[in-house]
């Protein structure tokens, strides 16, 4: 059973940091490419940023450049996202996608599997 579990989620004030990981299991993701995404309430799912299956190559929504970070972990299996400098407006459901053919794409359909989602609040 394929399985992408996000942690690291909760609540923050303006201005601090968090971490979310995600984590595979049931299949072998390192040659995935894998993806952010967020959904805001009373919005549509947005992409955030996007790794392929090595590592070498990302690309980030504007309104999170330069202060989040996407990166894999060493066996690759495990995606995380640094969030720094958070704002009100960063408040969402996170979730991580994962793509067979080891690219990234910003469109939400372009994904074969999906976590659950972590929240994540940022308070004024």
């Known amino acids: 059973q394929v399985q992408l579990i996000e942690t690291g989620g909760g609540l923050v004030q303006a201005g601090g940091s968090l971490r979310l990981s995600c984590a595979t299991s049931g299949r072998t993701f390192s040659s995935y490419g894998m993806g952010w995404f967020r959904r805001a309430p009373g919005k549509e799912r947005e992409f955030v940023a996007g790794?392929?299956?090595?590592?070498?190559?990302?690309s980030y929504a504007d309104s999170v450049k330069g202060r989040f970070t996407i990166s894999r972990g060493n066996a690759k299996n495990t995606v995380y996202l640094e969030m720094n400098r958070l704002k009100p407006e960063d408040t969402a459901v996170y979730y991580c996608a994962a793509r067979r053919d080891g690219s990234y794409y910003r469109g939400t359909n372009e994904y074969d599997y999906w976590g659950q989602g972590t929240q994540v609040t940022v308070s004024s």
């Open positions: 790794i392929n299956w090595t590592g070498l190559s990302s």
